[in-house]
């Protein structure tokens, strides 16, 4: 079975601080992992997909098989990175390809 | 412009109503998606379509029921509203080939009494 896991709910940090959102998943198969972010009054949107490896808004992350995780890294907070994050992770369950989403990190960044 | 439309964007209602969520997009998508997101909490997928005339249920099982017979229009019915139907309901998008970039609606914040 598929399973994403965000272990922190909230997360504070200044501004110009690095941060890190953590994100572990379980997955038998050949796991693509992504980050969807929802800004205050905006929709869920794609922030970035580990086979990208491309960096968006400053944000990075790397899939790391061996602990099973993808977290999300920022070296420099700024207040407009304050969002809900959430870890998905790709699938195929059944013959058919799912997106499962873990609970989410709501981060803080203040001034 | 391409869009993925949800409406209403807040509904309160009594229980025991028929309840339709309505979902359009513009953008040509083949596939399509419900997500039900409780506060605090992850999107559990309830139901999802490959194309007209495909409809699956997901991981979450759910009383209600979608139809898809044009490609753009993919609504949720609730035959009769509980108050444990009370959700924020997402619908999204996706091209045909890969799930991953999915294109979310504004979703619907469902309150039934």
């Known amino acids: ?111 | 412009e391409a869009d993925i439309y949800q409406t209403p964007r807040y509904l309160v209602i009594g229980t025991g109503k028929k309840i339709t969520l309505e979902c359009s997009q513009t953008m040509g998508h083949d596939k399509m998606y419900w997500y039900q997101q409780d506060p605090g909490m992850e999107l559990h997928l309830i139901h999802y379509s490959y194309g007209v005339n495909s409809t699956e249920k997901g991981d979450l099982s759910s009383e209600s029921t979608v139809s898809r017979i044009r490609t753009e229009h993919f609504p949720l019915t609730l035959e009769s509203a509980r108050p444990s139907h009370t959700s924020q309901y997402l619908c999204a998008s996706s091209d045909t080939g890969r799930v991953e970039k999915l294109f979310f609606g504004s979703g619907t914040q469902l309150s039934v009494l």
Request: aromatic share 12%.
């Open chain 1, 1 to 111: 079975a598929q399973r994403v896991t965000q272990p922190e709910k909230l997360l504070s940090v200044f501004k110009g601080a690095p941060v890190e959102l953590k994100c572990n998943y379980s997955y038998s198969g050949s796991p693509e992992l992504f980050w969807y972010v929802q800004y205050s009054r905006q929709r869920l949107q794609l922030l970035l997909r580990h086979i990208s490896r491309e960096s968006i808004k400053g944000f990075t992350a790397d899939l790391n098989k061996g602990e099973t995780s993808f977290h999300l890294k920022k070296p420099f907070a700024q207040e407009e990175d304050s969002a809900m994050y959430y870890c998905a992770l790709s699938g195929h369950q059944g013959g058919s390809e799912k997106l499962v989403f873990g609970k989410g990190t709501k981060l803080t960044v203040n001034p």
